[in-house]
């Protein structure tokens, strides 16, 4: 198995694993909770689509490949239409960038929720 297979399998392991994190977070963030008085009240989140996606283009020219076959079989855009029905509270941004290594994690990013995938 050459790298860019390597890389191509690993990063459909990463993308699995952040669309389970997405899932759990909408699950999670899908009420609000207001405290009125003694008695607190939930209500749904009402705004659909608040899945945004973000391509950042990787510096080193071997995952130019990469890059490019994402964006023209629209890696992100299928995950952000599998989130889509879900509710969240802070909106939720899926991004790709080169890292350094396969990985990806969660982090709130200028105060919005964000899943990064290296």
Not at 14 to 27: D, E, K, Q
Not at 40 to 57: F, G, H, K, L, M
Not at 70 to 82: D, S, Y
Request: with cysteine.
């Amino acid at each position: 198995m050459n790298s860019f297979q390597w890389k191509t399998l690993s990063f459909i392991g990463v993308l699995g694993s952040v669309v389970l994190v997405a899932l759990t977070s909408a699950a999670a963030q899908a009420q609000t909770i207001i405290l009125r008085g003694d008695q607190p009240e939930t209500r749904q989140v009402d705004e659909p689509n608040q899945v945004s996606i973000e391509y950042v283009a990787p510096q080193n020219p071997e995952l130019g490949e990469l890059y490019g076959r994402l964006r023209n079989h629209h890696a992100l855009e299928k995950i952000q239409e599998i989130l889509s029905p879900f509710r969240y509270t802070d909106g939720l941004t899926i991004k790709t960038m080169q890292c350094g290594e396969v990985n990806s994690w969660y982090r709130r990013e200028n105060f919005k929720p964000t899943v990064t995938i290296c």
